[in-house]
């Protein structure tokens, strides 16, 4: 059990143009799914955490407009990446938990902003 | 502060054990985790220790946790060509929110 989706896996896209992630959770309900930017061969940076039916809180530094996150549902998340330049192009990466202490992740998907 | 270090690389060969080490600064973890990601992948999580344990054993994977250092430890046995990876060490606050903080990553390369 505790298997988190994420959907696409790999997405190209023109600048200027908005990308949406989905991230479901396929076998249980998450009280709280995370967003997170990983570049390459770093570590994980925390985006924003998000429960479902309230307004998703963001890490600072992180900006609000642009990476709108909706949790429409206990097992589904949206990061939404509007207006989208060459430097949001990253792995991003969601979890999700139903316990609290545990998080299980997604698989990740790469966005290339031409 | 929030910081998490580790050591950028480990090579071992197969067989052998392998020990990737972390260090933190925040005493008020309650949970601290080993995760593993291989390349292009997500993350998975391998094991979990609770602040209050010293130590943890999963098969072939051995947590110890240092609390008066600050230092937490995964071992793993006899060390597979699969086992190749980066491998997170994690703390999650004692907070509502139960965010998680990452280590910088430890590059595992088992040669045959």
């Known amino acids: 059990g505790a298997v988190v989706s994420q959907h696409p896996s790999w997405v190209i896209c023109k600048s200027g143009t908005s990308v949406k992630i989905e991230c479901r959770s396929l076998?249980?309900?998450?009280?709280?799914m995370f967003w997170y930017r990983q570049f390459p061969k770093q570590s994980l940076m925390l985006m924003a955490t998000?429960?479902?039916?309230?307004?998703?809180?963001?890490e600072q530094g992180v900006e609000k407009d642009k990476f709108l996150i909706n949790h429409a549902s206990l097992t589904l998340s949206t990061l939404t990446v509007t207006s989208a330049h060459p430097e949001d192009s990253s792995f991003y990466i969601c979890?999700?938990?139903?316990?609290?202490?545990?998080?299980?992740f997604g698989p990740g998907t790469r966005l290339t902003v031409t | 502060g929030e910081d998490v270090e580790q050591s950028l690389f480990l090579s071992v060969r197969e067989g052998d054990s392998s020990v990737i080490n972390c260090t933190y600064t925040?005493?008020?973890?309650?949970?601290l985790y080993w995760y593993k990601q291989e390349p292009g992948a997500g993350l998975q999580l391998l094991t979990y220790?609770?602040?209050?344990?010293d130590m943890k054993q999963d098969q072939r994977l051995t947590v110890l946790l240092n609390k008066k250092d600050k230092h937490l430890s995964l071992r793993i046995a006899d060390t597979q060509t699969g086992d190749s990876a980066i491998y997170f060490c994690?703390?999650?606050?004692?907070?509502?929110?139960?965010?998680?903080?990452f280590g910088t990553g430890t590059l595992l390369a088992v040669q045959p």
């Open positions: 979890s999700a938990t139903k316990t609290g202490y545990e998080q299980y």
């Open positions: 076998d249980f309900q998450a009280t709280t």
């Open positions: 998000s429960n479902e039916g309230s307004k998703a809180t963001y």
């Open positions: 925040d005493s008020s973890s309650t949970y």
């Open positions: 220790i609770f602040s209050n344990m």
């Open positions: 994690a703390w999650a606050n004692s907070g509502a929110t139960n965010k998680l903080i």
